[in-house]
């Protein structure tokens, strides 16, 4: 069974830009959820998306947003880039009625903005 | 609102040797989900090990083991016999059983393993 799978894996962007990112979940999960990986700030939740339909938040600005799609498939998109997005963003699949709670996750999306 | 604390930044210790990282973590549900979750330099995160709240038994995997304590809200990571390819940053996260597929996570441990 196919993993996680994230793409771009390396993007570089300038301040103000916007940029796509996509996640494809493992097949047969539904939830796909989204976080932020800083080395202040560590790991953080974006939010989640179950049924194409988003289900939590974090404490972002709404400059972040996302979608899901029929398939599961997930894009976050971040408009207006500022220096601090730069991040690794990673994605996490989950059945989400799943017994054993494990989310699982893709190698992620490093972002840079110059 | 959930909160999981990684008091040691960085670890290290002798390949073969037994290390234990720390975890604590704050909240008042009594149901809920405890995890070590594993990054090596290839940024995947990969589960170690979990532990369900309900459970008194602690969990155990392979090398891999926890010291689950519900009423400290302490959760500690054993690796026995370290090798190489355990060094990684390892962080605890925590999650609750309803609603939000939504982990919390520890600022984590950079764990060295010395040859």
């Known amino acids: 069974k196919a993993g996680v799978t994230q793409t771009p894996r390396y993007l570089i962007k300038t301040r103000g830009q916007q940029v796509t990112l996509s996640c494809s979940p493992i097949s047969g999960h539904r939830s796909v959820s989204w976080y932020q990986q800083t080395p202040g700030q560590g790991l953080q939740f974006l939010f989640e998306?179950?049924?194409?339909?988003?289900?939590n938040k974090g404490n972002f600005p709404g400059r972040f947003s996302g979608r899901q799609f029929s398939n599961s498939r997930s894009e976050m998109n971040v408009s207006t880039l500022e220096l601090g997005d730069s991040a690794l963003y990673l994605c996490?699949?989950?059945?989400?009625?799943?017994?054993?709670?494990?989310?699982?996750f893709g190698e992620g999306s490093r972002l840079t903005v110059l | 609102a959930q909160t999981v604390t990684q008091s040691q930044p960085e670890m290290s210790v002798q390949e073969a040797e037994t290390v234990t990282l720390s975890c604590t973590y704050d909240?008042?549900?009594?149901?809920?989900?405890l995890f070590w979750y594993k990054q090596p330099p290839s940024r995947q995160m990969i589960l170690v090990i979990r532990q369900e709240a309900y459970k008194q038994q602690n969990a155990t995997e392979n090398r891999f083991s926890v010291n689950f304590q519900k009423a400290a809200k302490s959760f500690s990571l054993k690796i026995s016999d370290s090798q190489l390819g355990d060094a990684a940053m390892y962080f605890c996260a925590y999650k609750g059983i309803q609603g939000a597929q939504k982990l919390v996570f520890g600022q984590g441990t950079r764990l060295t393993i010395n040859p």
């Open positions: 909240t008042s549900e009594s149901d809920y989900y």
């Open positions: 998306y179950f049924s194409e339909t988003q289900r």
């Open positions: 996490a699949s989950s059945p989400r009625t799943s017994p054993t709670g494990e989310l699982f």
